[in-house]
């Protein structure tokens, strides 16, 4: 039996390497997206006019209400029938860049929300503009308080990123359902399908402990 498996997982390993590296390839392009509009959602929420602020709360709301999988299918399906086709790559990337951006808005607003008003107060006093308040002052602090729980929800991006197979992206979990349903292998290509994500996440939460280490020293 371990025989028969070590053989199979030789045989199938390369193709699902191929689908590690369009995995990596969503996870990486969906977590900058995200970084992106999380911080244009949060910097928002910290806008002076309430509409504006209204706005970023509405867009947060909507966003985490509805599931990733329907947002998928939303960029993918229906905005062709607006005039914008998408491939099924792009399509996964954008939808599960929108759909984290919420996740990693709350992530920048704890920052935000973690800086000492006396330290902004004393900025102010100096004559800083709020721009340079936010440049020098804020978002340096704010980002070392939201590097924790970035590192977390980038370990949930990576393992949601599977999801992007129902559009037919041909990451790791597609290219492993493709090789189960041509070989009948299911519990040899799922359990490889398993370990290649674990091999993946492993690292980063070894990553995420050690920063939350540091961060709790100092």
């Not at 329907?70 to 914008?84: I, R, T, W």
């Amino acid at each position: 039996m371990p025989e028969d498996f070590l053989a199979r997982a030789v045989e199938f390993l390369p193709i699902l390497l191929k689908g590690v590296l369009v995995t990596l390839q969503v996870t990486v392009g969906a977590l900058l997206l995200s970084i992106v509009l999380g911080l244009m959602w949060a910097l928002m929420g910290r806008s002076r006019l309430k509409p504006v602020r209204l706005l970023s709360r509405t867009v947060i709301n909507v966003v985490r209400g509805v599931p990733i999988i329907v947002q998928l299918f939303y960029v993918y399906f229906v905005l062709p029938e607006f005039g914008l086709s998408l491939d099924a790559l792009a399509a996964g990337i954008i939808g599960l860049g929108i759909a984290y951006s919420v996740y990693q808005a709350e992530n920048f607003r704890a920052g935000f929300e973690s800086v000492d008003p006396a330290l902004v107060e004393a900025a102010q006093s100096l004559g800083m503009s709020e721009r340079k308040i936010l440049q020098r002052l804020m978002m340096p602090l704010a980002v070392r308080t939201a590097l924790p729980p970035f590192g977390n929800t980038s370990i949930m991006l990576l393992k949601d990123s599977s999801i992007a197979s129902t559009i037919t992206v041909a990451e790791l979990t597609r290219a492993g359902q493709l090789l189960a349903v041509s070989t009948f292998q299911n519990m040899t290509v799922y359990t490889l399908i398993a370990l290649l994500y674990l091999a993946m996440s492993l690292p980063l939460t070894v990553a995420v402990h050690q920063l939350e280490r540091r961060m709790a020293r100092r």
